[in-house]
């Protein structure tokens, strides 16, 4: 199996990335060429513009400004400067090895974003402003793929309404095109083209992706525990191995799937297999949701991952507190709600029926 590298620049180290949505307009698709061995063309490419241009500006606001370094030109290369760390990251995509508080990379984002061509053309653009992208599916696989290695940062709104970011992540990724578009032709982008996006990550929004068919569509549903709570080898990362073109021989240890059924904790109604579903081993049993005799067993319905001891002040009108977290259960069949390393219930199947 070939390893390959793709590459992002980090202006603001900690933060996260962007995404452009994949679009049906304009679409033409020509046959496809092998990924692998136009990986390795789209490797040379991205790897002379980043040996041939230099970071010229970036301003306050984390703008960034690429250009190419004239004939006879001193300017340190993109790929030799190290005031903006150049970094790659391993990608598992299509049976090709790719190289190259932060999103999962199934989460919904709140980005702006420029894409360019390596010929500085521009073919999409947010011009500024913040928009919202599903990473999982419906946008370029170099997206969610990025997305992960970076934080996002705050916002307020001032009494106009007038939102104000701060400390988010910036960045500029070089895509080969099969993260990309590949072999589809966009208005502005020819097919097998590497791509380039400058970007920053103001917001995240949690997924809950489980799903049911009704009526020949997916409907999603939800489980009760967020995509990136189900991430159990703590990557950052959540892929379905269930689809065979995107990745036909998936590793197993990119696999998060604690009854090894073939369907991922995050798609799983059932992550553990014992036909208790997800959500009615975290439901808290009837008669515990506020103040039973003197205890607060907290608001909501559902148990939270671990317990909430403290309120939240920016929101005076509710309390977050849940002093219970999702229970686990110890030798004697007792419930544990708040061990830190504990085995939740609804991955243990030894223990569906101990509900308290």
Same mark, same amino acid.
């Not at 010929?119 to 419906?138: E, I, K, P, Q, R």
């Not at 500029?172 to 072999?183: C, D, I, K, R, W």
């Given at each position: 199996?070939?390893?390959?590298?793709?590459?992002?620049?980090?202006?603001?180290?900690?933060?996260?990335?962007?995404?452009?949505?994949?679009?049906?307009?304009?679409?033409?698709?020509?046959?496809?060429?092998?990924?692998?061995?136009?990986?390795?063309?789209?490797?040379?490419?991205?790897?002379?513009?980043?040996?041939?241009?230099?970071?010229?500006?970036?301003?306050?606001?984390? !703008?960034?400004?690429?250009?190419?370094?004239?004939?006879?030109?001193?300017?340190?290369?993109?790929?030799?400067?190290?005031?903006?760390?150049?970094?790659?990251?391993?990608?598992?995509?299509? !049976?090709?090895?790719?190289?190259?508080?932060?999103?999962?990379?199934?989460?919904?984002?709140?980005?702006?974003?420029?894409?360019?061509?390596?010929?500085?053309?521009?073919?999409?653009?947010?011009?500024?402003?913040?928009?919202?992208?599903?990473?999982?599916?419906?946008?370029?696989?170099?997206?969610?793929?990025?997305?992960?290695?970076f934080k996002t940062g705050t916002s307020t709104t001032d009494t106009n309404g007038v939102i104000t970011n701060s400390g988010f992540g910036a960045g500029v990724m070089f895509l080969p095109s099969g993260l990309g578009y590949y072999n589809e032709v966009q208005s502005k982008i020819p097919a097998y083209s590497p791509l380039v996006f400058s970007f920053k990550l103001f917001q995240l929004s949690?997924?809950?992706?489980?799903?049911?068919?009704?009526?020949?569509?997916?409907?999603?549903?939800?489980?009760?525990?967020?995509?990136?709570?189900?991430?159990?080898?703590?990557?950052?990362?959540?892929?379905?191995?269930?689809?065979?073109?995107?990745?036909?021989?998936?590793?197993?240890?990119?696999? !998060?799937?604690?009854?090894?059924?073939?369907?991922?904790?995050?798609?799983?109604?059932?992550?553990?297999?014992?036909?208790?579903?997800?959500?009615?081993?975290?439901?808290?049993?009837?008669?515990?949701?506020?103040?039973?005799?003197?205890?607060?067993?907290?608001?909501?319905?559902?148990?939270?991952?671990?317990?909430?001891?403290?309120?939240?002040?920016?929101?005076?009108?509710?309390?977050?507190?849940?002093?219970?977290?999702?229970?686990?259960?110890?030798?004697?069949?007792?419930?544990?709600?708040?061990?830190?390393?504990?085995?939740?219930?609804?991955?243990?199947?030894?223990?569906?029926?101990?509900?308290?």
């Amino acid at each position: 199996m070939n390893k390959f590298k793709y590459y992002f620049v980090l202006l603001l180290a900690g933060i996260a990335i962007v995404s452009c949505n994949k679009s049906d307009d304009d679409v033409v698709v020509t046959p496809p060429r092998d990924y692998a061995e136009q990986y390795k063309a789209d490797n040379d490419s991205i790897v002379k513009y980043l040996k041939t241009h230099y970071i010229e500006d970036v301003n306050a606001d984390f !703008d960034i400004k690429i250009t190419k370094i004239p004939t006879g030109g001193t300017q340190t290369s993109v790929w030799d400067q190290t005031v903006y760390p150049l970094q790659s990251r391993d990608v598992y995509n299509r !049976d090709v090895n790719y190289t190259g508080e932060s999103p999962c990379n199934t989460d919904r984002i709140l980005a702006s974003y420029t894409g360019t061509l390596l010929d500085g053309t521009v073919f999409d653009t947010s011009n500024g402003l913040g928009a919202a992208f599903n990473l999982y599916g419906g946008v370029i696989d170099g997206w969610s793929e990025i997305f992960p290695q970076f934080k996002t940062g705050t916002s307020t709104t001032d009494t106009n309404g007038v939102i104000t970011n701060s400390g988010f992540g910036a960045g500029v990724m070089f895509l080969p095109s099969g993260l990309g578009y590949y072999n589809e032709v966009q208005s502005k982008i020819p097919a097998y083209s590497p791509l380039v996006f400058s970007f920053k990550l103001f917001q995240l929004s949690r997924v809950d992706s489980e799903y049911a068919i009704s009526s020949g569509q997916r409907v999603v549903i939800g489980d009760g525990v967020p995509d990136y709570l189900e991430d159990l080898n703590k990557d950052g990362y959540l892929y379905d191995p269930q689809d065979k073109v995107r990745y036909p021989n998936l590793p197993a240890n990119l696999i !998060d799937d604690t009854d090894k059924d073939g369907i991922p904790d995050f798609l799983d109604l059932d992550d553990d297999g014992d036909g208790y579903t997800t959500r009615f081993e975290i439901t808290k049993p009837k008669g515990e949701v506020g103040i039973v005799n003197g205890f607060d067993y907290g608001a909501r319905l559902y148990y939270p991952w671990d317990p909430i001891l403290v309120d939240d002040p920016s929101t005076p009108n509710t309390d977050e507190r849940e002093p219970r977290g999702i229970p686990a259960f110890s030798a004697d069949g007792n419930p544990d709600y708040t061990s830190p390393d504990r085995l939740r219930i609804h991955l243990d199947k030894l223990h569906y029926k101990a509900k308290p």
